[in-house]
């Protein structure tokens, strides 16, 4: 059973960027899509962006489309999320969590969940 572990979360300016990694320790990525999620404070959970197991498909939020780029790299078992020009309503807890199927933008469909990193964004 694989186990997630994000990092990379922190305070950031308005205009900024923040690079958030997703370790796999335990196991390996392989075969698993991965997907980033956030919540914030008394929010529903949202999809931010996924990516396929072999790194050739990704899908991403419409509020951060153009915004966030999601990659891979499996010899080290670790999933990114490139974050720029990040935004005051960018700020939550963000999740990265592993499916056994396809790549999907709903939590439900995901089985291990990390614990969180917070991104905080200041105006």
């Known amino acids: 059973q694989v186990q997630l572990v994000e990092s990379g979360g922190g305070l950031v300016q308005a205009g900024g960027s923040l690079r958030l990694s997703c370790a796999a320790s335990?196991?390996?990525?392989?075969?698993?899509?991965v997907g980033w999620f956030r919540q914030a404070p008394g929010k529903e959970r949202t999809f931010v962006a996924t990516?396929?197991?072999?790194?050739?498909?990704?899908l991403y939020g419409a509020s951060v489309k153009g915004r966030v780029t999601v990659t891979r790299d499996n010899a080290k078992n670790t999933v990114y999320l490139e974050m720029n020009n990040l935004k005051p309503e960018d700020t939550a807890v963000y999740f990265c969590?592993?499916?056994?199927?396809?790549?999907?933008?709903?939590?439900?469909?995901?089985?291990?969940w990390g614990q969180g990193t917070q991104v905080t964004v200041s105006s």
């Open positions: 969590a592993a499916t056994e199927g396809v790549i999907s933008t709903q939590y439900r469909e995901y089985h291990y």
């Open positions: 335990g196991g390996t990525f392989r075969p698993y899509a």
């Open positions: 990516i396929s197991w072999r790194g050739g498909r990704t």
